[in-house]
């Protein structure tokens, strides 16, 4: 296991990242509890998907075939309207409380189908349950079951074309609607975001996080009521993420404040990814869009 960063200079919370190669995941099976606790703020996992896969799945879900197919859930947000590939269960500019159940389950229904589209068969469901096993003591790790017919989604795909961002928040979304379809044996004390790097942008489009917790008192905010990026970058600890083709990371956003840096160069930032928490009892481990 290699450091990344241990701590870094400024205000706020302690950040510490941690990096292993996915052949050895299973030699750190108290690494996700690690990361529920905040005694590691995230984890890299280099070449968790084969460079050659996720190369040939970003062609095939930015080809004119699979065009269609791409929502934009913050439609009308000044640099932020991100382009998606199936529901997530987060507020958005078009869905302030989050989507509806009915379109969220119609979504998780059709996850062969996105699968087919952007790996032309089997997606990486399997191979990403065994990473998040091996970091979780060898416990069972998949979607949880959403209705009596579908379970959750477990990936959506995300692509930030040139010029676009994530702004500063953390995921507290436990509150909205959709998480009644979550049964409560799960920890909502925890949620982590997790994601693999389909592409990475050309230049920027980092993951950068902050020694900020929501939970803190006072953060600093524009008049708008969005964070203020610029104070956090002033002013408080910092890492930003170098990610690769395949590489995934997992990190506490539920407590750390993070954003994605604005895309530079010619070509978008793709990404699939989610949450993830344990039950209560720590006997299994779940993960969703």
Same mark, same amino acid.
């Not at 197919?69 to 958005?92: F, V, Y």
């Given at each position: 296991?290699?450091?990344?960063? #241990?701590?870094?200079?400024?205000?706020?919370? +302690? $950040?510490? /990242?941690?990096? $292993?190669?996915?052949?050895?995941?299973?030699?750190?099976?108290?690494?996700?509890?690690?990361?529920?606790?905040?005694?590691?703020?995230g984890?890299?996992?280099?070449?968790?998907?084969?460079?050659? /896969?996720? #190369?040939?799945?970003?062609?095939?879900?930015e080809?004119?075939?699979?065009?269609?197919?791409?929502?934009?859930?913050?439609?009308?947000?000044?640099?932020?309207?991100? #382009?998606? =590939? *199936?529901?997530?269960?987060?507020?958005?500019?078009?869905?302030? @409380?989050?989507? +509806?159940?009915?379109?969220y389950?119609?979504?998780?229904?059709? @996850?062969?189908?996105?699968?087919?589209?952007?790996?032309?068969?089997?997606g990486?469901?399997?191979?990403?349950?065994?990473?998040?096993?091996?970091l979780?003591?060898?416990?069972?790790?998949?979607?949880?079951?959403?209705?009596?017919?579908?379970?959750?989604? +477990?990936?959506?795909?995300?692509?930030? %074309?040139?010029?676009?961002? $994530?702004?500063?928040?953390?995921?507290?979304?436990?509150?909205?609607? $959709?998480?009644?379809?979550?049964?409560?044996?799960?920890d909502?004390?925890? =949620?982590?975001?997790?994601? /693999?790097?389909?592409?990475?942008?050309?230049? %920027?489009?980092?993951? =950068?996080?902050?020694?900020?917790?929501?939970?803190?008192?006072?953060?600093?905010?524009?008049?708008?009521?969005?964070?203020?990026?610029q104070?956090?970058?002033?002013?408080?600890? @910092?890492?930003?993420?170098?990610?690769?083709?395949?590489?995934?990371?997992?990190?506490?956003? *539920? #407590?750390?404040?993070?954003?994605?840096?604005?895309?530079? *160069?010619?070509?978008?930032?793709?990404?699939?990814?989610?949450?993830?928490?344990?039950d209560?009892?720590?006997?299994?481990?779940?993960?969703?869009?």
């Amino acid at each position: 296991m290699k450091e990344l960063v #241990r701590d870094v200079e400024g205000r706020g919370h +302690p $950040i510490r /990242v941690v990096e $292993i190669d996915a052949d050895d995941v299973t030699e750190h099976p108290s690494l996700m509890e690690a990361v529920f606790r905040a005694d590691v703020t995230g984890v890299v996992i280099r070449g968790a998907l084969k460079e050659s /896969v996720v #190369r040939d799945a970003t062609a095939r879900l930015e080809s004119a075939e699979n065009a269609a197919r791409w929502a934009s859930p913050n439609q009308g947000m000044p640099g932020g309207e991100l #382009r998606t =590939i *199936g529901d997530a269960a987060t507020p958005t500019f078009t869905a302030f @409380r989050g989507p +509806p159940a009915e379109r969220y389950g119609a979504s998780a229904a059709q @996850r062969h189908d996105y699968d087919e589209a952007a790996f032309g068969g089997d997606g990486p469901l399997e191979a990403l349950g065994r990473l998040f096993s091996g970091l979780s003591e060898g416990r069972p790790s998949g979607p949880p079951a959403f209705d009596e017919q579908t379970d959750w989604l +477990p990936y959506n795909f995300r692509a930030l %074309d040139p010029g676009v961002q $994530i702004y500063s928040h953390h995921d507290d979304h436990y509150g909205l609607p $959709i998480y009644e379809h979550m049964d409560e044996r799960y920890d909502r004390s925890v =949620i982590l975001s997790w994601f /693999v790097t389909l592409q990475p942008a050309e230049v %920027d489009g980092q993951l =950068i996080v902050y020694g900020l917790w929501g939970s803190d008192p006072d953060p600093p905010m524009l008049p708008t009521r969005f964070l203020d990026t610029q104070a956090l970058e002033d002013g408080y600890k @910092r890492y930003a993420f170098n990610l690769g083709a395949g590489d995934l990371v997992v990190f506490n956003s *539920g #407590r750390y404040v993070h954003r994605v840096s604005p895309v530079r *160069g010619n070509r978008p930032r793709v990404t699939l990814g989610g949450f993830l928490t344990a039950d209560v009892e720590r006997t299994e481990v779940v993960f969703w869009s």
